[in-house]
């Protein structure tokens, strides 16, 4: 049998069940209450499947976490580039977990003495990062736009960081900043927001229809 | 009165779901004329590329759980995935998806294997689809090896990030690759303007399928999203009117 034409059996139930589930949900974001002032059946209903969404989700880590390893497990294996940091990736996954099994009431220690300085380290090549892509920016895209954003960029830091012997910059950190911020900002931002609503609303859609299907559903 | 907020908004997704339809059945057979958006026109030069060079596309889906508003934008990428998978099919390699949560990593892998066995390719490789990390910057860290060391020459990152997409963009700018980024999330969408070579702005992401050519249907919600708009700003117009006037 040809994919291209016919669809297979289980891509047409996976299809019939999220397209069901979707419009359960949906139904029961708009109809709360029902005539006696309680919750809804919709709701109800909305309410068992996001939690069985949500333990699925919890089983999906376990699987994303295999995935991790035989995507590791595949790199040592063939020894490709930095096959060595797959082997320090492998062995600290089963020293952590080893660890969460015999004390867990500590696995705090791993997070707080490891991943979060490595976290914050990359935090701090972020602002290095940043600063070089402004600079790099004009170069890349040399139009009015990318101008008026990198002069926003520097006037937002110097009405926002006081200056030495300065202090703040008057007129600047008091007048201005605030307008940027809170008017043309904060008006940019709630359009961009209400676009963004609008492309999530049609995907939704779309879902719903089953012409999007994330789910291996043949096209 | 939440029974009325709950009617209205139910009418506004019949609305959209309806009008969707009916532009997609006009538009079934005609080719619509969007504007001009470089990025895309530039994705479509790097996926040919892709394919005359044997060179990989990767493709990044961010970290928007599934279970949060945030994964639309997920939901976007893995659309615009399965799109890129079938113009990439004709090339030596399969694309690879990296993502920071785990059933997006698993829909990306099963977005890679229906779209192999819909080409009739060999078996999608079956790490493809990944999980590289769960925290913003573990999830950063891990896809950098992946543009740096798989022979990558065009990358997506279309999705939900933060800040650490600049870690990614910065990644694709050393290896001197293409890339295109877009997010639903303002303050990645800033990082994203200064640091990536295309990037997608407000809600350009959600017109992907459109500008690549999935289907009617995405064409049709292009346009009901520009309809839409329309009648937001109307809205917003009428209320501020309204408001003035002492009426509201």
Known sequence: ?219 | MSNWLGLAGFGIVIFSAIMMLVLAFLRRKSHPVFRDIPAFTRLRQAVGLVVEDGSRLHVSLGRGSLTTPQSASALAGLALLRRLADLTSAGDQPPIATSGDAPLAILSQDTLQAAAKFTDRAASDLVAGRLTGLTPFSYAAGAIPAIRDEKVSANVLMGNFGVEVALLTDAVERENTFVVAGSDNLTAQALIYASAQEPLVGEEIFAAGAYVESGPLHSASLTVQDVLRWLVIAAILVGAGLTLAGIL
């Open chain 1, 1 to 219: 049998m040809n994919p291209r034409r016919f669809p297979s059996l289980n891509a047409v139930i996976s299809t019939a069940i999220a397209i069901a589930s979707g419009l359960i949900v949906l139904a029961g974001y708009f109809f709360v209450q029902a005539a006696n002032g309680q919750a809804s059946l919709w709701t109800d209903l909305r309410l068992t499947l996001l939690d069985w969404a949500i333990i699925l989700a919890g089983f999906a880590i376990f699987i994303g976490v295999f995935n991790l390893l035989q995507v590791h497990f595949k790199k040592i294996q063939k020894k490709q580039k930095g096959s060595f940091y797959s082997l320090l990736l492998i062995l600290s996954l089963l020293v952590t977990f080893v660890f969460g099994l015999v004390r867990p009431a500590q696995m705090g220690f791993v997070f707080t003495t490891v991943q979060l300085p490595v976290e914050a380290s990359l935090m701090a090549i972020l602002a290095v990062t940043l600063t070089y892509a402004s600079i790099r920016l004009l170069r890349r895209r040399l139009n009015l736009l990318s101008v008026i954003f990198l002069l926003t960029a520097v006037l937002m830091l110097f009405a926002t960081a006081p200056l030495p012997f300065l202090g703040l910059i008057p007129g600047l950190s008091d007048v201005l900043r605030p307008f940027i911020a809170q008017v043309m900002a904060a008006a940019g931002a709630r359009g961009i927001l209400l676009g963004v609503a609008l492309g999530t609303l049609t995907t939704g859609i779309r879902i719903l229809f089953g012409a999007d299907r994330p789910y291996g559903g043949n096209k």
